[in-house]
């Protein structure tokens, strides 16, 4: 089925998100993590993922959402980009859904903020909506304005 | 198709490498007409592209290089004779082979433009009369008949013409048996040709650069995880594991440096297009310049050498648009008309130096500071007080331009900053020292290798960095905290021997609050680790100093790249990773060092009480008794001390494990040996030398370290080295007055050359 794509599954937040699969490099646990001072506040700081140094983003600061509970640690779902393999924290891993192409519509134009930046559609599920996210723009995370 | 396939990717490669080589050839040929052999080999590149992309498919390549083929046969048949004309045209033929070939490489096809202009000019460079009466050619006549037919059927009836009509003893011995080869398969010319071994060809292979920066990166993660190991290996005390470990550790360094090698490049590598370069711009100017080239085989890593190929290739054209004169100018002063680049690489104290030198008119310390005052970059105070050393660095300031007019060339107000910022950006330095109307010399040292480097491991705020060692002079430890350190206007300073050294705080600069408890005040000592970030020294304070180690450069992900402080990072012994200090980037952050000269002027000072092109920086020790001694402290690898009891004995020779290695320990007092000395040394083992560890100064003696072990290290100085009385003993170079003393002046390398010999040392 070309029109049927499958996106991996995460929670943000009681958010429902997908990344498609193809994009998605390995989800794994928790891992320390070495901050990086003078970085945007979306960079949660850097992993070593065997050998390699991997950038962790904070998608619920990405998103303009609070931080995750005390007490609750994050999960790395890392997925591959142009540049190199970041990471994306995410509170919850989901299911790998197959989803069909008429379920897909455009994000609806009240949707604000940093979500718009980064939400590529939207699928209507029987029970809940999956948005799709940006896997370009959400890793496009900017420098703040030397301090 | 989306890829190229394999036989083009080859054909491009070979082509791209032949194609270097022919810049230079044309160049020397230019300045030796009668150089037959160098005909011949760029008619053979010429001619084995043509073949190729004939066989290729590629049109428009084939009908450029068989006009230039045509011309060029001529040439080596001596009818025609090379002059500035047929040079440029055959070197524009170069280029847009070159751009063809880009093309190709871009988007597969050869691209939509038009060269049959370019062709009709070779057609008509072609045209013009034969030189020579048709007699003298006698072997020519042979080779004549062959140019018509030519495009018809690829490289193959061409063979006749392909051997040099006098083929003296032919210094390409492949040429018969080529011949052979080709009948059949006149389409692999080019591989066919590097199969058969010229010189020492035979036993390379080419390996894709890809690949090997992956074997690099695995090699790199061999190592970290070593050190994991051996980390771990101090916890255990097991006997097999620790064997096992310690060769592990051995391997590992073998094999690091083994890869490292395989990324080495010659220098010439690069240099290879500057005499192109330097005709170009020349002639542009209309100058007479040579260059001359020594060291050329001397190694660098693939991606530093790529890293300097802009910054030289401008320094090349300023010297030649900006420091060699008009030819008129130059006779005036007494000067050849011909001006002359002279380019020099070599390896010292782990670095590599490269030094381009010309023999042009100067750089005058007045003009330029006159300059800066008028671009507003000075004031006439700071100038006054400036040494002339430091106004002719200025030059490297960012809009700074000396031309009276703005060429085609350089004299824009880019360029010498910009060359300074990218040696800078690799670890490396630029310095620039000058002679009014005697040349000018530019010296770029620049570290070996980026992949891996050693580093300094701090801490801060809770966190661990890395600083690269390049950039680390000295550390300072502050007992009592805060006490060296003054305040001017709230700017923390630090006195080190007499000179102010501004100071930056690295948790400050950083943001990052302190972990735990321990407030600033309750700590009882700060580290100062003193830096040099472009051309001025800072002191960073940090909470530790860890240790040093080799580190693994990662480049960060494009999240961070903006962010100037940090080079990098890399992952440490315990697996997690640790962000790597950009120490120029730091020290601007932090306006320590300042791009304008307001900062530190205070080495103007320094210089101003002598040339400091002359000043030597200088490492002090004592023998015994109060015999001092002096090295020059760039042949220095590090200072060490070990515990007495570390001393161990192989083949009647003390020996110390260091890094992994049998570091052999020449007793300086014993090497230089009346036996006198000796006598002291034994002396000095149950006389005074009852302290518990030994002094080794560490140098490196053909790819080996050497301790030198001393009494004790006295200091390090910058002066200016007046030799007084020539060596009265073997193993000294002289005798020279350093702070007020008496100083000798020691021959390293003959003293270790000496001691390392398995004969008896140097007194017997």
């Excluded at chain 2, 073998?254 to 290879?272: D, F, H």
């Excluded at chain 2, 200091?715 to 009265?728: E, G, H, K, S, Y």
Aim: hydrophobic share 40%.
């Amino acid at each position: 089925m070309s029109d049927a794509k499958q996106y991996c599954s995460f929670f943000v937040d009681r958010l429902f998100f997908g990344v498609e699969v193809r994009e998605v490099q390995e989800v794994i646990r928790y891992q320390e993590m070495t901050r990086v001072p003078q970085a945007a506040s979306e960079v949660a700081g850097l992993i070593n993922l065997r050998g390699q140094i991997v950038t962790a983003i904070d998608l619920r600061r990405r998103l303009g959402l609070g931080d995750i509970p005390a007490g609750k640690l994050p999960l790395n779902v890392v997925i591959r980009t142009d540049d190199a393999a970041v990471s994306l924290l995410v509170d919850e891993i989901g299911d790998v859904l197959q989803v069909e192409e008429e379920a897909f519509e455009r994000p609806p134009e009240t949707l604000t903020g940093a979500a718009r930046d980064v939400i590529q559609g939207v699928y209507k599920l029987k029970d809940r909506l999956l948005l799709i996210l940006d896997t370009a723009k959400t890793v496009n995370v900017s420098i703040p304005a030397a301090a | 198709m989306d890829q190229i396939d394999e036989v083009t990717k080859e054909f491009l490669l070979e082509s791209y490498e032949n194609l270097d080589q022919l810049d230079r050839d044309f160049v020397s040929l230019e300045s030796d007409p009668t150089a037959r052999d160098k005909i011949t080999t760029i008619f053979r590149t010429i001619h084995t592209i043509k073949g190729t992309c004939g066989c290729l498919g590629f049109r428009k390549l084939e009908s450029i290089t068989h006009v230039g083929e045509n011309l060029l046969s001529r040439l080596r048949d001596g009818e025609l004779q090379i002059d500035t004309e047929i040079t440029t045209g055959l070197l524009r033929l170069v280029d847009a082979i070159r751009e063809i070939l880009g093309s190709i490489e871009s988007t597969h096809t050869e691209g939509d433009k038009d060269y049959s202009a370019f062709r009709e000019r070779l057609v008509r460079l072609n045209e013009r009369p034969s030189i020579v009466a048709p007699s003298e050619t006698v072997s020519a006549s042979a080779v004549h008949p062959v140019d018509p037919p030519v495009a018809v059927a690829a490289a193959l009836p061409l063979e006749p013409a392909y051997e040099p009509p006098h083929d003296d003893a032919s210094p390409t011995a492949r040429a018969p048996d080529r011949r052979e080869l080709n009948r059949d398969e006149a389409c692999y010319d080019g591989p066919e040709r590097r199969a058969n071994p010229e010189s020492v060809a035979g036993n390379a292979i080419r390996v894709d650069v890809g690949l090997l920066d992956k074997v690099m990166n695995l090699v790199g993660e061999l190592v970290l995880a070593r050190n994991q190991v051996l980390q771990f290996t101090a916890t255990q005390k097991d006997a097999s594991f620790l064997r096992t470990s310690q060769r592990l550790n051995l391997i590992t360094t073998e094999l690091q440096e083994g890869v490292m090698k395989t990324r080495m490049q010659p220098i010439g590598n690069l240099w290879n297009k500057f005499p192109r370069i330097v005709r170009d711009v020349a002639n542009n100017c209309h100058k007479k310049v040579r260059i001359e080239m020594e060291g050329r085989d001397t190694e660098l890593d693939k991606t530093i050498l790529e890293a300097i190929k802009d910054p030289l290739t401008h320094v090349i054209r300023n010297s030649v648009d900006h420091g060699i004169e008009a030819p008129e100018a130059r006779q005036k002063r007494g000067k050849p008309e011909e001006g002359l680049i002279a380019m020099r690489a070599f390896h010292e104290g782990g670095q590599v130096n490269i030094e381009v030198t010309d023999d042009g008119k100067g750089i005058d310390p007045e003009i330029i500071k006159r300059k800066a005052v008028e671009k507003g970059l000075l004031s006439p105070d700071q100038a006054a007080r400036m040494g002339e050393r430091e106004a002719i660095n200025l030059i490297f300031l960012p809009g700074f331009s000396t031309a009276e007019k703005v060429t085609n060339v350089s004299g824009r107000g880019v360029g010498m900053d910009v060359v300074r910022t990218n040696v800078e950006k690799i670890g490396g330095t630029v310095d620039v020292q000058s002679r009014v109307h005697e040349g000018t010399t530019l010296r770029i040292k620049i570290p070996l290798t980026l992949a891996i480097i050693p580093a300094l491991v701090v801490t801060s705020g809770g966190e661990r960095f890395a600083i690269p060692q390049v950039s680390l002079l000295e550390l300072v430890r502050l007992d009592d905290r805060g006490a060296g350190i003054e305040l001017i206007n709230g700017t923390p300073l630090y006195r080190l021997r007499g000179n102010l050294l501004p100071l930056a705080y690295l948790n400050r600069e950083l943001k990052i609050e302190k972990l735990g408890t321990s407030e600033a005040g309750t700590k009882e000592s700060a580290n100062i680790v003193v830096l040099r970030g472009g051309d001025r020294q800072f002191g960073l304070v940090v909470d530790h100093i860890n240790d040093t180690e080799e580190i693994v450069v990662k480049p960060l992900g494009k999240q961070l790249k903006g962010i100037t402080v940090f080079a990098g990072a890399t992952i440490m012994g315990d697996g997690k990773v640790a962000l790597i200090l950009d120490v120029l980037g730091l020290a601007q952050k932090a306006n320590v060092i300042s791009n304008s000269s307001e900062g530190g002027l205070h080495s103007a000072a320094e210089n101003a009480r002598g040339d400091a092109a002359d000043q030597q920086t200088l490492l002090l020790f004592q023998l015994k008794g109060d015999q001092r001694m002096a090295i020059p402290l760039s042949v220095v690898a590090r200072l060490e001390e070990f515990p007495r009891k570390s001393l161990e004995n192989a083949g009647g020779r003390a020996v110390v494990q260091y890094r992994g290695q049998i570091m052999p320990i020449i007793h300086l007092a014993a090497a230089l040996g009346d036996g006198r000395a000796k006598a002291g040394a034994r002396g000095l083992k149950k006389g005074q030398g009852k302290s518990e560890t030994i002094q080794v100064v560490v140098y490196t003696h053909e790819n080996q370290n050497v301790g030198l072990r001393v009494e004790r290290i006295l200091d390090i100085v910058q002066q200016r080295l007046n030799v007084q009385t020539a060596a009265c003993r073997p193993g000294i170079l002289g005798t020279a007055i350093i702070k007020e003393r008496v100083t000798e002046l020691l021959d390293v390398q003959a003293v270790v050359r000496n001691a390392m010999q398995p004969a008896k040392p140097l007194a017997a």
